[in-house]
Every structure is written in C-alpha cells, then in structure tokens.
C-alpha cells in the first residue's frame, strides 16, 4: 500500500544500506584507476595568439564621435584554418628532424585544439608523448597559421617563386640563344654592330661576310653593267658606220678583267675593222654572262641577309618577351611580399608556448573526481529504488 513521502524514513534506511552507496562509488574509483593507468601519457602546450578586428572608423563629425565598424571577425576567419591539412603539414616541415617522436599530418591534426579567449585572443594545443615535442608543435603550429593566411588572403609566395625560376630559366635559354647567333653571325658585335672580334684578330660572322660579299657583288655588278652599256653604244656605232666608234667609251679598269686593254682595241680599230667587232661583240657576251651571274649571286646574298636579318628580329623578340615577364614576375613578387606582410600580421603570437612540466594525460583528479562523484550518485539512486521496493513489497 502506498505511503506518504517521508525524508526521515528514506535517510533511516540509506543508514543501514549504507554499503549500496559505497560499493559503486569504489568500483567506479577502481574502473577509474584503470582507465588512467591505460591512457597514455600526454603533454599539452599552449600558444596564445591575437586576431584583431579591422577598425573602419566612420567619421561623421569631429565635433560629435566616430563610429567603429566590428562586424568584420579575423577570429572566426582564422580558428578554421588551424585544423587544416596545409597548417599540419607546414607545421611539420618546420620541426623536420627535431621531434623525439615522428608524427604525421594527421596525426598532428588529431592532437591540435583551438579555443576562443577574450576580445580578440585565442589559444592554440597540441599534445604530445613528450614536453619537448608539445612545446615545439605548438609553436610550429603558431608560426604556420600567420604565414596560411597570408597565402589565403594574399597569394602563395611559393607559386610566385616557382613561375619566376621557370620564366628565368626560359629567359637564360633566349639570352643564350641571342649571345650564341650573335656570336656565329656577328650582329651586334664590334666595329658597325657586324665586326666580331677574337683576341687580336679580327673574325667576320656569317652576317657580316654576306653583307660585304653582297656589297663587292653589287659593286662588280654595278662595274660589270656599266661596261655593258658601254659596248652597246660602242657596237651601235660600229653598226652606224660611226668612224669614231665612241672607242673612248672603253677606257675603263674593269675592261682588264677579260684579258683586255684599251690600247689594243685602238689598235685594233686602225688595223681590222672586223676583228674589233668580233671582239667587242664575244667581250659583251661574256659581259652579260657575268652580269647574270652575279644578279644570281646578289639576289641568293639579299636573301640570305633577310633570313639571318629576320632570325635575328625572331630570337631578339623572344627574348625580349621572356625578359618582360621575368620583370613583372618580379615586381609581383615583390607586391605579393608586401602583401603577405600586411596580411600575416593579422594573426600574433602574443604568448609563446612553454614546455609543459606535468602530463595533462591521464588527469587523476578529473578521472576520480568524475568517478566518484559519479559512484555515489549511482550507489545513492541504487539505495532509494531498494528502499522504495521494499516499501512497496512490505
């Protein structure tokens, strides 16, 4: 039958069922110092970093006040980014060699815990087997984070390095190349940007034989073509019936390179009429079969001048593009510097982590207390459910 609630009656019989409280509160002590005896031995250091708000200050009038602007949190942009894969395995390259106890990124993300503080503060954990190692993570950790953001919210420094040693070496292969043709050709060097010159004697290149053999060529051709002209108005003459035959005409040097002389042609023309317009008629054939072949020559020099003239124009503009973007490449570098410094100085370390003198794994007096506590909560709800059954059994 059921009886009214009396405090009395309960606190009477916890007295004689006072080992139905302390029989759990024992055993969970006892789970409790196994538990702490299987956990592993932990060290916890502690880094106390500082993300400040931007301050966009409005101000509306000196005489009456400014206004903040807070709404902007670096806190909330910065804490997900510690439990990143990119800080983990940035951190570990910066303690590579030094830990006591090899740790992997993942592992490393498992041990490291952020928690908010006050205003703008916020604390960077990481546990290790040993201080050492702890005290060294956690500044690893610390020193990473500033340098993540500054590739988040500015660009990675490392991109930037790597295009530029690939556009360097492009760069080097073009300046090459230009030193390499100039050299072989001669454009550019020495006396009229064409003469090369090797110690004491002087070398002509490619470039600069074909414009001077292009030049004597001219120069021939031009000689050759005048005396052809010459022995037309001479033959014209002699085909007129002209008694002075205009003879003077071929009183020239270039006339000694057929194996002649003005003196026999005169001679000639008092002697055999005939035999001079033999002559002069066989010297224009053999003329103009030279003048052919010197337009060959000049016109197979001309082209070969604009090639190598082009190649140059080519291997000069390669260069020059490839020398234009080392230049930007390098400025950017430099505002991208600029940049991370403004960017990583959002986040500060304010307080360095220290090594830890005690383990913070196992935590005896957060294992007994809670096992305790919890013990003779249970033993004392056990006692009440016997009591209210034998009550109600009575």
């Not at 984070?145 to 530029?164: F, K, M, S």
């Not at 053999?213 to 051709?221: F, G, I, K, Q």
């Not at 020059?320 to 080392?326: A, D, H, K, R, T």
Request: charged letters at 20%.
């Amino acid at each position: 039958m059921d009886q009214p609630f009396r405090p009395t009656h309960y606190l009477h019989h916890l007295r004689r069922h006072w080992l139905l409280i302390i029989i759990p509160a024992v055993v969970a002590v006892i789970l409790a110092l196994i538990i702490g005896f299987l956990t592993p031995v932990r060290y916890t250091a502690t880094a106390t970093l500082s993300a400040p708000n931007p301050q966009l200050i409005w101000r509306w009038d000196n005489r009456v006040t400014d206004y903040v602007d807070w709404r902007f949190n670096w806190r909330t942009e910065v804490l997900p980014l510690i439990n990143t894969q990119e800080v983990a395995q940035r951190a570990l390259d910066k303690v590579e060699g030094q830990l006591e106890e090899p740790m992997t990124a993942e592992q490393l993300l498992g041990a490291t815990s952020s928690r908010l503080g006050q205003g703008s503060l916020f604390t960077i954990s990481v546990s290790a087997s040993n201080p050492q190692d702890a005290a060294l993570l956690t500044q690893a950790v610390a020193a990473s984070l500033p340098e993540t953001v500054a590739d988040l919210y500015a660009g990675n420094i490392d991109l930037y390095t790597e295009a530029l040693e690939q556009v360097q070496s492009e760069f080097d292969i073009a300046d090459e190349t230009v030193k390499v043709f100039r050299g072989d050709t001669g454009i550019g060097l020495g006396f009229g940007g064409d003469l090369a010159s090797l110690g004491e004697d002087e070398l002509f290149g490619a470039h600069s034989a074909i414009k001077q053999e292009l030049t004597l060529a001219n120069s021939d051709r031009a000689a050759t073509q005048n005396l052809v002209d010459r022995l037309d108005v001479v033959i014209q003459a002699i085909e007129d019936g002209d008694p002075e035959y205009h003879l003077a005409l071929l009183d020239v040097a270039h006339l000694s390179r057929y194996g002649l002389q003005y003196e026999g042609l005169r001679l000639l023309a008092e002697q055999d009429t005939d035999s001079l317009q033999t002559t002069i008629r066989s010297l224009r054939g053999e003329a103009n079969g030279v003048l052919e072949q010197l337009n060959m020559v000049a016109l197979d020099l001309q082209h070969k001048h604009a090639a190598y003239s082009r190649q140059w124009e080519n291997i000069l503009q390669e260069r020059g593009i490839w020398l234009e973007s080392v230049t930007s490449l390098e400025r950017k570098q430099v505002e991208l510097q600029m940049k991370r410094i403004i960017e990583g100085e959002r986040v500060q370390v304010i307080d360095e982590p220290t090594v830890p003198e005690t383990p913070s794994q196992p935590n005896w007096l957060l294992y007994l207390g809670i096992a305790l506590l919890g013990g003779l909560l249970g033993g004392f709800l056990l006692a009440i459910v016997v009591i209210y059954l034998s009550d109600a059994n009575a």
